[in-house]
T-cell receptor, first 115, second 110 residues
Framework: DARVTQTPRHKVTEMGQEVTMRCQPI?????VFWYRQTMMQGLELLAY????????DSGMPKDRFSAEMPDATLATLKIQPSEPRDSAVYFC?????????????FGDGTRLSIL | EDQVTQSPEALRLQEGESSSLNCSYT??????LFWYRQDPGKGPEFLFT???AGEEKEKERLKATLTKKESFLHITAPKPEDSATYLC???????????FGQGTRLTINP
């Protein structure tokens, strides 16, 4: 089965450090989503791309978060500088946007701890 | 604003004891309602998509149903391996994003 691949799976770093999370979407999928999951807020959408173009990043703190898709096989989410409140599990999902309604398929996440 | 509320927050059943999970939603125009299963330390795994009221989908011991205001995930004769958090999400017309509920944590005791 094709899967979304996320790296690293775990990241522990100190406040103020830059964090980069990577995602390889399922081959052939043309939409990529970044979600954050916390106990308090559940799953929240941060940003998404269609055909590598950013369509919505309204869920992201703009001053510290940035999301890019340098090519069709790689999406990145960066936090600079990181803060303790950024501690969460970050999920990438990919899907195929076409006439029908296609589900999003999730990776296993990056568990981020900011000390 | 689109919203999803799931109940109960947690449910503990004995193996073989059937039950239902609820997902109530408000959305500007429903394009699709999705059910996912999430195991600890893993990402959500897609189960079903429902599009219109009256629709039903089945997979093994799971059956999802949809009305204009809510969806139910019925679990028949569950097994311990059905233990997981079940997430419901809605997608509105004209949108790509999913709005998720907080999930129901289901535990099946042997």
């Amino acid at each position: 089965d094709a899967r979304v691949t996320q790296t690293p799976r775990h990241k522990v770093t100190e406040m103020g450090q830059e964090v980069t999370m990577r995602c390889q979407p399922i081959l052939g999928h043309n939409t990529v989503f970044w979600y954050r999951q916390t106990m308090m807020q559940g799953l929240e959408l941060l940003a998404y791309f269609r055909n590598r173009a950013p369509l919505d990043d309204s869920g992201m703190p703009k001053d510290r978060f940035s999301a890019e898709m340098p090519d069709a096989t790689l999406a990145t989410l960066k936090i600079q500088p990181s803060e303790p409140r950024d501690s969460a599990v970050y999920f990438c999902a990919s899907g195929l946007a076409r006439g029908g309604n296609q589900p999003q398929h999730f990776g296993d996440g990056t568990r981020l701890s900011i000390l | 604003e689109d919203q999803v509320t799931q109940s109960p927050e947690a449910l503990r059943l004995q193996e073989g004891e059937s039950s239902s999970l609820n997902c109530s939603y408000t959305v500007s125009g429903l394009r699709g309602l999705f059910w996912y299963r999430q195991d600890p330390g893993k990402g959500p795994e897609f189960l079903f998509t429902l599009y219109s009221a009256g629709e039903e989908k089945e997979k093994e011991r799971l059956k999802a149903t949809l009305t204009k205001k809510e969806s139910f995930l019925h679990i028949t004769a569950p097994k311990p391996e059905d233990s997981a958090t079940y997430l419901c999400a809605v997608q509105a017309w004209g949108a790509q994003k999913l709005v998720f509920g907080q999930g129901t944590r289901l535990t099946i005791n042997p």
